[in-house]
């Protein structure tokens, strides 16, 4: 059976001393999922276990934007990002996720570990517009690889233009 992708415009909301925890494999795969991952997403832990994390993704959340965090953790860098994602059932909720890769004894990466916390309503508010103008990018272009090269080169440029050398540094200064 199909997983039914609609949407119900419902925000779900978790409390600000709640952490959503989960762990994925090399290619996205969860591991580990925490009893806060499982009550917000409202999917059942055996449905999360093994599934890729992007059954969260929800349609609003640009594409660029989970290329940058992809490349950065690739690379050994940690994360922060907001972040929306879709519930099983259609309904959605921000997060501020903090995502860090683990390394074995040899140096190698081996998995990813994310943190994700309720993000302050303003820095939600600052996020929604450029993620609007990022995602309307990606649906505009000729096909999907252009689509993604096209708002990642808007989201550099955003960044610059606002005076950061990073989206982490924006990310961290609007949530303060």
Request: glycine letters at 6%.
């Amino acid at each position: 059976m199909a997983l039914d992708r609609s949407l119900t415009n419902v925000e779900r909301t978790f409390q600000w001393d709640d952490v959503i925890v989960s762990k994925t494999d090399l290619a996205g795969k969860i591991t580990y999922a925490n009893d806060v991952f499982i009550g917000i997403s409202g999917y059942a832990e055996d449905e999360l276990l093994g599934a890729p994390h992007s059954i969260l993704r929800h349609p609003a959340m640009p594409r660029c934007v989970f290329k940058f965090l992809w490349d950065r953790i690739g690379q050994g860098h940690e994360v922060f990002a907001y972040v929306i994602n879709r519930a099983k059932n259609g309904d959605h909720y921000w997060v501020f996720a903090h995502v860090t890769p683990c390394y074995d004894r040899a140096g190698n990466i081996v998995a990813y570990h994310s943190n994700r916390r309720v993000p302050k309503a303003e820095a939600v508010a600052t996020v929604k517009p450029l993620y609007e103008t990022l995602l309307g990018i990606e649906t505009r272009a000729a096909d999907r690889k252009a689509g993604m090269e096209q708002s990642f080169a808007a989201l550099v440029k955003t960044i610059g233009d606002l005076g950061f050398d990073s989206y982490d540094r924006l990310v961290m200064t609007i949530s303060r």
